[in-house]
């Protein structure tokens, strides 16, 4: 598909720079928390209340920018979420007060639709049954920058903890010079949809769109179950093995580094070789599978070098996301594609102010404890169980068969239309 061939590498490397400025701060911000915070208590507290704003302002957001890139186009929406970005960074870089952190967290989140556009960018320039693979390649992508960006600002935070922001400041920049330059729009006007404000710009409403998605609608469960289980377990890795293992940002960078390491080869490489093999519900059940082991794991290692193990060989877990998206997007019609990745997003979001909200308060319950208890993995227990549920889910699901390309005009009828 020629216009496939020539806009997926665009939309690839925005993605990627864009998540190499956020792999940057993320080793550190925690740190840079505790530095102005003082105890590990009040840490965990103020990193969640970091955590929870900018998922609240993204899940508000989202829906109503995937609305936009439906009505104006892509690019515009694009570049405004990468442009706030960047002014978020630079007021983290700059400033000494723990509320001014939490209102650039509040920016960050509210401009954050480079992967609510990524996607529709990626479902505009596919067909139907190219989607997964499609979606699979933003997943390698998103861990190609998690690959040099964790590492690369737990190097710059030995100088400095401001340093990272500053430099994940730059590659905003430029990711918005790349965009604004190279970029091309990838919604012809002629496919573009009027924004309906009790419906599209709703978060509530939007998920509610995927609830009428004929075939989709326990798979958006599965697909809530799983990210709200993965977010609980990120949104408290930095602080649980700074807690148990006295970890620093360089040590986290190195591990967050090979989570994208692993990522990127899961979704790039063996996602769509796997696929023809042993089909999408196999391998929903078994990277679900995967991910409930690798859970309990991380709450029991006692030593720094059994995380490293178990991320490696979690590698299905990662194709789980994308394989939900690929199924649940054709469901929905080609003229909602921006609000249904939307929606899709808004459910990430949700789960960004939820799981912080959990993992942080059990993390500062157990704080004082010593470092060798085993309470202090029990994020990764509820992670566990949540992925557990989800996999119970998933069984029911997937007995029925997969919703097919075809089915995607099917979907274009009224009865999946938000009202």
């Avoid at 209102?103 to 990626?122: D, E, I, K």
């Avoid at 010079?177 to 939007?206: C, H």
């Avoid at 998920?207 to 179950?225: C, D, P, T």
């Avoid at 003229?335 to 942080?360: D, F, H, R, W």
């Amino acid at each position: 598909m020629r216009q496939y061939q020539a806009s997926l590498p665009f939309i690839l490397i925005t993605v990627f720079i864009d998540v190499l400025g956020i792999g940057l701060m993320l080793p550190v911000l925690p740190a840079l928390v505790g530095e102005l915070a003082g105890s590990p208590e009040q840490q965990s507290y103020w990193y969640g209340a970091l955590l929870v704003t900018f998922g609240l302002a993204q899940f508000l957001a989202m829906p109503w920018l995937g609305a936009l890139s439906d009505r104006y186009g892509r690019r515009p929406v694009l570049l405004l979420s990468i442009f706030g970005l960047g002014a978020a960074y630079l007021i983290t870089a700059t400033t000494d007060s723990l509320l001014i952190l939490v209102l650039s967290r509040l920016l960050s989140g509210a401009t954050s639709a480079s992967f609510t556009v990524a996607n529709a960018y990626v479902a505009d320039i596919t067909t139907p049954a190219e989607r997964s693979k499609g979606f699979g390649a933003i997943g390698a992508a998103f861990g190609l920058g998690f690959i040099a960006g964790p590492m690369l600002g737990g190097l710059l935070a030995e100088s400095s903890l401001r340093l990272p922001f500053w430099v994940a400041a730059g590659m905003a920049l430029l990711n918005w010079l790349y965009g604004w330059f190279v970029l091309p729009e990838s919604l012809p006007p002629e496919r573009r949809v009027p924004i309906r404000l009790a419906s599209s710009a709703n978060p509530f409403a939007a998920m509610k769109h995927l609830s009428r998605l004929e075939g989709a609608a326990g798979l958006v469960v599965v697909y809530a179950l799983v990210l709200l289980a993965q977010w609980l377990m990120h949104s408290t890795w930095v602080l649980y093995t700074s807690f148990r293992f006295d970890w620093t940002p360089r040590d986290n960078g190195i591990a967050l580094c090979l989570f994208g390491l692993t990522s990127a080869l899961a979704q790039g490489l063996l996602l769509g070789r796997l696929l023809p093999k042993l089909g999408e519900n196999r391998l929903l059940a078994l990277g679900l599978g995967s991910s409930i082991v690798a859970s309990a794991g991380y709450g029991m290692a006692g030593q720094p070098w059994m995380l490293y193990v178990l991320i490696l060989c979690n590698l299905l877990a990662f194709m789980v996301a994308p394989l939900l998206q690929g199924r649940i997007s054709r469901a929905a019609p080609e003229s909602l594609q921006g609000l249904t990745q939307g929606a899709l997003n808004a459910i990430a979001s949700l789960s960004t102010v939820i799981a912080p909200l959990i993992g942080t308060t059990v993390l500062a319950w157990v704080a004082h404890l010593p470092a060798d208890d085993w309470r202090l993995g029990s994020t990764f227990f509820i992670s566990g169980l949540l992925q557990l549920a989800a996999l119970a889910l998933v069984w029911h699901c997937l007995r029925a068969p997969a919703v097919p390309p075809a089915a995607t005009g099917a979907a274009s009828s009224g009865r999946t239309h938000p009202d």
